[in-house]
């Protein structure tokens, strides 16, 4: 049996035990999910479809990873106005097994994880910790800070004033700290930034130049 559903945006062709990644998935690794779009199902040339959902239908999945898409770059150049402008993404991804395709409101074997109860219950909870965290996060910056007055960041080719700005936050600030960088370093802007490494070096090649001046 198979079935056809919607999630993120996107269709995918599915039957039980298949590996698939679809875009994030609030859940741990190890929880069952449910997807409720289900568009259609059918084994062999017997095929039932929904309008646009079928009634009834269901499929449980199990979280077993999550994790990050390649490093997608967008490059945009205007001719003759000295004007480039490049941009990393990376799309946070979940890995999710296939349990089961369930038909006429059958139950799951496995329950999914209660997640929107317990977000209910412990939201005047969390609500506390998170904020304590984020101030925490933004109390530690990912350098220090060199003495002196800061560059002028938005110099770099692909640094705007949020860019710049969010640099400034992180403790960088100036041409010799990001000509400085170092292999471990980027990888640590990438996991707590929203740059990729490909953009971070760029930076750090510019900066190289620019510092010498």
Not at 66 to 78: C, H, L
Not at 95 to 110: N, Q
Not at 139 to 162: H, M, R
Request: net charge positive; glycine share 8%; hydrophobic share 45%.
């Amino acid at each position: 049996m198979f079935a056809v559903i919607k999630t993120g945006g996107k269709q995918y062709r599915v039957a039980a035990n298949d590996l698939l990644k679809i875009e994030k998935v609030e859940a741990n690794v190890g929880d069952i999910v449910e997807i409720g779009h289900v568009l259609a199902h059918g084994e062999g040339e017997n095929v039932t479809f929904g309008a646009p959902f079928v009634d009834g239908a269901l499929v449980t999945a199990e979280v077993v990873e999550q994790g990050k898409n390649r490093t997608v770059i967008a490059f945009k150049k205007r001719r003759r106005q000295n004007s480039r402008r490049k941009i990393g993404h990376r799309q946070l991804l979940t890995t999710v097994r296939i349990s089961e395709i369930l038909l006429g409101g059958a139950k799951p074997a496995k329950k999914a994880t209660a997640k929107a109860e317990a977000k209910a219950e412990v939201a005047a909870e969390a609500a506390p910790k998170k904020e304590a965290k984020a101030a925490e996060t933004a109390a530690a910056p990912l350098f220090k800070a060199p003495k002196g007055e800061p560059d002028d960041l938005t110099v770099i080719k692909g640094i705007g004033p949020v860019a710049a700005k969010d640099l400034a936050e992180q403790g960088i600030i100036t041409f010799a700290q990001l000509a400085k960088l170092t292999d471990k370093d980027v990888a640590k802007i990438d996991e707590h930034m929203p740059f990729s490494a490909d953009q971070i070096k760029d930076w750090r090649e510019q900066a190289k130049e620019l510092a010498k001046k």
